[in-house]
């Protein structure tokens, strides 16, 4: 999830940190991912999602964030925004440089992609439902633990949390996290290591020249979970478009060159 292939470019400025140095840590989760990876990676040999799967996922997670003395704030997801569905403008722009034929083509394109994506997020929504929801809410009330649902991604709201000072960092796989706004992010934080890969925004730039702006650029070319991206750039070709137009009109720039 997130920026097409960003991973592989932010790995080198990681700092490998240990669980035990995270103690009294905040640490705000995005509790809707957690959901979709229990129930789809706990299940029975005829492939269906056991019963309290997601309890005992979110149970030996939370017990490992307590043993090493971090103290998680969780969020769930909201409302889908409506940024991750083109807008008109993008249709107006490609009647003004397309012919009829053209448009066609694009219109019958976007309404296959989005009959897609809506028949993922309906099957979402259908293996994680209100009462999944509820029941994580209660385990984490008896925990004690903290948690909030934001106004629509839980990711944004991580990233808000950051921004104003309530939280230490976040933990996600999503890349996405940069984009909204997060500076602190720490991932790989349950696999069989004792130590996690700890990402500071200000590394990225002090080490890769790379900055929040430059991450949003990279997501419109490469494709993230809000954009499509353009077809037939990759990750090289992105960065060079990006050495070669620079600054926040850089995009612009591009599209006047390229037209």
Request: proline share 4%; net charge negative; charged share 20%.
């Given at each position: 999830?997130?920026?097409?292939?960003?991973?592989?470019l932010?790995?080198?400025?990681?700092?490998?940190?240990?669980?035990?140095?995270?103690?009294?840590?905040?640490?705000?989760?995005?509790?809707?991912i957690?959901?979709?990876?229990?129930?789809?990676?706990?299940?029975?040999?005829?492939g269906?999602?056991?019963?309290?799967?997601?309890?005992?996922?979110?149970?030996?997670?939370?017990?490992?964030?307590?043993?090493y003395?971090?103290?998680?704030?969780?969020?769930?997801?909201?409302?889908?925004?409506?940024?991750?569905?083109?807008?008109?403008?993008?249709?107006?722009?490609?009647?003004?440089?397309?012919?009829?034929?053209?448009?066609?083509?694009?219109?019958?394109?976007?309404?296959?992609?989005?009959?897609?994506?809506?028949?993922?997020?309906?099957?979402?929504?259908?293996?994680?439902?209100?009462?999944?929801?509820?029941?994580?809410?209660?385990?984490?009330?008896?925990?004690?633990?903290?948690?909030?649902?934001?106004?629509?991604?839980?990711?944004?709201?991580?990233?808000?949390?950051?921004?104003?000072?309530?939280?230490?960092?976040?933990?996600?796989?999503?890349?996405?996290?940069?984009?909204?706004?997060?500076?602190?992010?720490?991932?790989?934080?349950?696999?069989?290591?004792?130590?996690?890969?700890?990402?500071?925004?200000?590394?990225?730039?002090?080490?890769?020249?790379?900055?929040?702006?430059?991450?949003?650029?990279?997501?419109?070319l490469?494709?993230?979970?809000?954009?499509?991206?353009?077809?037939?750039?990759?990750?090289?070709?992105?960065?060079?478009?990006?050495?070669?137009?620079?600054?926040?009109?850089?995009?612009?720039?591009f599209?006047?060159?390229?037209?």
């Amino acid at each position: 999830m997130g920026v097409q292939g960003l991973w592989p470019l932010l790995e080198p400025a990681a700092r490998p940190t240990k669980l035990e140095s995270l103690r009294g840590r905040r640490l705000a989760i995005d509790a809707s991912i957690w959901l979709h990876q229990f129930i789809k990676a706990i299940k029975d040999k005829e492939g269906n999602a056991l019963p309290n799967s997601h309890i005992l996922g979110f149970l030996r997670r939370i017990c490992k964030l307590l043993y090493y003395g971090i103290k998680p704030v969780f969020v769930f997801d909201g409302q889908t925004p409506e940024i991750k569905r083109k807008t008109i403008v993008t249709f107006l722009t490609s009647l003004e440089h397309n012919s009829p034929a053209q448009v066609r083509q694009h219109l019958h394109s976007e309404i296959t992609q989005f009959r897609q994506r809506q028949t993922r997020e309906e099957r979402y929504a259908s293996e994680v439902n209100a009462e999944m929801v509820s029941d994580i809410q209660l385990l984490l009330r008896l925990f004690g633990i903290p948690f909030t649902t934001a106004p629509t991604e839980a990711e944004a709201e991580c990233a808000q949390l950051s921004q104003q000072g309530l939280i230490d960092g976040i933990v996600t796989d999503d890349s996405d996290v940069f984009l909204f706004g997060g500076t602190q992010v720490f991932r790989h934080m349950f696999n069989q290591a004792k130590s996690v890969e700890y990402y500071l925004l200000a590394d990225l730039g002090q080490e890769m020249a790379i900055d929040r702006t430059i991450l949003i650029q990279l997501a419109y070319l490469l494709g993230s979970d809000y954009t499509d991206g353009i077809p037939g750039v990759g990750l090289v070709n992105a960065l060079e478009i990006l050495n070669e137009f620079r600054g926040p009109a850089a995009l612009a720039d591009f599209k006047t060159w390229w037209l």
